[in-house]
């Protein structure tokens, strides 16, 4: 297939899911959803794809990862309980990071059930590829929330593609590690885990090239360490490569693009320097190989520009970003777009420090020694 030519693009989208809040002043905003869904509405791209609710995950599906107790606790936890409530007398939800919200585990009911749904439609060969950005909440454990974020719909994504394929390839360019989806398949090699993130003094504070899976899963987990202000030419001077190499000696049967926005520049919780099109140059890379792809939300906390950002590349999803008018088009959030009303994500002037001292390169031939290393 050239690369200009169509996929078949399935959208999930709840159009509930923008309501649900973790409190005022908290950074995680699921808002941004709906600001992007109004992006993609005001762009016409509704009628270009297939626009699916999807249906909510059980709490069956989700102990596919999670244990009973740890699933059992969000189903019934509420803000007035969150204090009583106790499993082996430690409690599940600690500090500000992850706190007991109003309709917590619906949130986590359509997170979790966008994920599987494009899971299922993609491994019946129903899409090309399949879009939530509902998802993307990738730090959270087996039987433990972190980092915002409460039930693993990525794992239970992949879990959903491991029926049907033989190998799935996970990669994530959130801000932040991707340590929920490494550690669940650490011991595998039917995923491979590829996480770029800024490393030092940062949370979750792993994710060094040393980490890279254990027994079986030796060599399947790849760790791409970054430094504050990454530009788009350094960015992609590695994505490039790194992940060229992984398709060439993996092989994937599909591919899960965590598509998390808080590494765009401005962020108010990243510390990196990509544009919207050094960010959706991910989406077209992967787009081009032809290969099952699932593209999921994460992080992104400048709502503004995750918006922007996320609607673009639903966008290159379809492959018609080069008819993109970049003056936005009237939106029931346009003036907040304000003062230049465009769809864009500009850098900043921030030093570069990946190129500064020579990390970018070493990181770049260390990742590719290791995946040298793992076909004999
Ligand atoms: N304190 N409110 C990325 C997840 C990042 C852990 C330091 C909490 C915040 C942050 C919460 C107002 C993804 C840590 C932070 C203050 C212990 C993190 C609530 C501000 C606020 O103002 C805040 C009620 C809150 C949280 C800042 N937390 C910034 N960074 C990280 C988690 C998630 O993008 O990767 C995927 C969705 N937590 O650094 C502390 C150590 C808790
Ligand atoms: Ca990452
Ligand atoms: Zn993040």
């Known amino acids: 297939m050239a690369s200009a030519s169509k996929r078949k693009v ?15 002043g908290h950074p995680m905003k699921p808002h941004r959803i709906q600001v992007a869904h109004e992006l993609i509405t005001a762009y016409d791209m509704l009628d270009k794809m297939q626009v699916l609710r999807a249906k909510r995950a059980s709490a069956e599906q989700m102990t596919r990862f999670h244990t009973d107790e740890y699933v059992h ?15 082996h007398g430690t409690r599940f939800l600690v500090g500000e990071d992850n706190p007991a919200f109003e309709g917590l585990f619906e949130f986590c009911s359509i997170s979790a059930g966008g994920s599987i749904g494009a899971a299922q ?3 019946a060969g129903s899409s090309d590829i399949a ?8 730090h959270a454990k087996k039987r433990e929330a972190s980092g915002f974020c409460y039930i693993n719909d990525i794992v239970l994504g992949i879990l959903e593609l491991l029926r049907t394929y033989p190998r799935v390839l996970y990669i994530d360019i959130d801000c932040h590690h991707g340590d929920g989806v490494e550690e669940a398949f650490y011991t595998t090699d039917r995923v491979m885990t590829c996480s770029f993130h800024k490393f030092g003094e940062y949370f979750p504070g792993t ?6 899976g254990r027994g079986k899963g030796k060599g399947y987990a790849v760790n791409i360490p970054l430094k504050d202000g ?4 350094s960015y992609q001077s590695v994505f490039e490569p790194v992940i060229s190499k992984i398709l060439e000696v993996y092989r994937p049967s599909a591919v899960v693009l965590q598509c998390g926005a808080d590494s765009l520049s401005g ?3 990243g510390c990196f320097n990509l544009t919207m099109y050094g960010h959706s140059h991910c989406v077209q890379f992967l787009r081009q190989q032809n290969v099952p792809l699932i593209l999921l939300g994460g992080g992104g906390y400048t709502v503004k520009n995750v918006g922007r950002t996320w609607a673009y590349e639903t966008a290159c999803a379809l492959g018609i970003e080069n008819e993109i008018d970049t003056n936005l088009p009237w939106n029931p959030y346009f ?3 304000g003062p230049r009303y465009r769809l864009e994500v500009a850098g900043n002037n921030m030093d570069d420090l990946n190129v500064k001292d020579g990390s970018l390169d070493r990181v770049r031939i260390n990742a590719l020694e290791q995946l040298r290393e793992l076909n004999p």
């Open 10 to 24: 399935d959208y999930f989208h709840d159009p509930d899911v923008g309501a649900y809040t973790y409190g005022i």
């Open 131 to 138: 879009v939530n950005w509902a998802g993307g909440l990738h």
């Open 230 to 233: 990454i530009t788009d030419e």
């Open 73 to 87: 606790f969000l189903n019934r936890v509420t803000p007035e309980t969150a204090e009583e409530l106790t499993y």
């Open 121 to 123: 439609r993609i491994a």
């Open 335 to 337: 003036e907040w777009f």
């Open 207 to 212: 994710g060094t090239q040393e980490d890279r």
């Open 267 to 269: 962020d108010k919780l």
